[in-house]
């Protein structure tokens, strides 16, 4: 009975051994190398709209011979002026070309942008020159309004880790799954058109109610008359005369 006590205690320690042994192989065979393994089957979740900074920027073209704007430019620089009051997050940075054969209507054009900027309420600390050089001074030189918001972005689209058909190495297609990029393009546009960030993070405050309307509906109620708005039935059912 005692010769034999080390030999089972020996097999039990083996087995326990293999038994880890099994479970650390097992966790090493499993692969994750696609991309569409982990992804998440709602669209929001695969391509979700996150807020952070971009540029606004306005591109103004300076001829050789004719320095300053004209009225569509003025009419940009002004659009810029007045957006960058309301949504600005820094300073205006206007790139102007230097040593070009365009250099001097630059110039002059520049000034004329400081003065319809400043007439759109940006002042003076809010507008910061930098000269540059084009890489090939042949090329056309602009000058170049732009400035740090807020916005909505969502994407990059476009992307195809996988084939749309079967594969051996993607189930999601006998699993009927949404491709990868399926989506993208609409978050991408959703973003592009929401006007204000925030909207996205929480509601806006109300606006005050129209006192105006109010005390007469209150008045109404008080005299025990109807409180909605009585239309006359004149016009139901009445039909256009044009085109006749």
Not at 141 to 158: D, E, H, N, Q
Not at 228 to 235: C, E, F, G, L, Q
């Given at each position: 009975m005692t010769s034999r006590t080390p030999d089972r205690h020996r097999t039990l320690r083996l087995l326990s051994a293999l038994a880890g042994l099994s479970v650390v192989l097992?966790?090493?065979?499993?692969?994750?190398?696609g991309l569409t393994a982990s992804v998440p089957d709602d669209y929001r979740l695969r391509h979700p709209i996150a807020i952070q900074e971009a540029d606004r920027s306005v591109v103004i073209f300076v001829g050789h011979e004719r320095g300053g704007l004209s009225a569509s430019q003025r009419a940009d620089v002004m659009g810029?002026?007045?957006?960058?009051?309301?949504?600005?997050?820094?300073?205006?940075?206007?790139?102007?070309?230097?040593?070009?054969?365009?250099?001097?209507?630059?110039?002059?054009?520049?000034?004329?942008?400081?003065?319809?900027?400043?007439?759109?309420?940006?002042?003076?600390?809010?507008?910061?020159?930098?000269?540059?050089?084009?890489?090939?001074?042949?090329?056309?030189?602009?000058?170049t309004l732009s400035y740090p918001k807020i916005a909505a972005v969502a994407g990059p689209c476009g992307l195809w880790p996988e084939d749309l058909g079967p594969s051996i190495k993607d189930p999601s297609y006998f699993e009927n799954k949404d491709y990868y990029n399926f989506g993208c393009a609409y978050q991408r546009n959703m973003a592009a058109m929401i006007d204000n960030p925030s909207d996205l993070v929480q509601p806006r405050s109300e606006s005050p109610a129209y006192t105006a309307?109010?005390?007469?509906?209150?008045?109404?109620?008080?005299?025990?008359?109807?409180?909605?708005?009585t239309y006359s039935d004149a016009d139901k059912a009445k039909l256009s005369d044009t085109g006749k």
């Amino acid at each position: 009975m005692t010769s034999r006590t080390p030999d089972r205690h020996r097999t039990l320690r083996l087995l326990s051994a293999l038994a880890g042994l099994s479970v650390v192989l097992g966790a090493c065979t499993h692969t994750d190398d696609g991309l569409t393994a982990s992804v998440p089957d709602d669209y929001r979740l695969r391509h979700p709209i996150a807020i952070q900074e971009a540029d606004r920027s306005v591109v103004i073209f300076v001829g050789h011979e004719r320095g300053g704007l004209s009225a569509s430019q003025r009419a940009d620089v002004m659009g810029l002026a007045q957006t960058w009051v309301r949504e600005g997050t820094g300073a205006i940075v206007a790139e102007v070309p230097v040593d070009t054969p365009n250099a001097r209507a630059a110039a002059s054009s520049f000034r004329e942008i400081q003065a319809v900027l400043a007439a759109g309420g940006v002042p003076p600390r809010g507008i910061t020159l930098r000269h540059y050089h084009p890489d090939d001074p042949r090329n056309f030189a602009t000058i170049t309004l732009s400035y740090p918001k807020i916005a909505a972005v969502a994407g990059p689209c476009g992307l195809w880790p996988e084939d749309l058909g079967p594969s051996i190495k993607d189930p999601s297609y006998f699993e009927n799954k949404d491709y990868y990029n399926f989506g993208c393009a609409y978050q991408r546009n959703m973003a592009a058109m929401i006007d204000n960030p925030s909207d996205l993070v929480q509601p806006r405050s109300e606006s005050p109610a129209y006192t105006a309307r109010r005390s007469e509906a209150f008045e109404k109620y008080r005299k025990g008359n109807p409180t909605t708005t009585t239309y006359s039935d004149a016009d139901k059912a009445k039909l256009s005369d044009t085109g006749k």
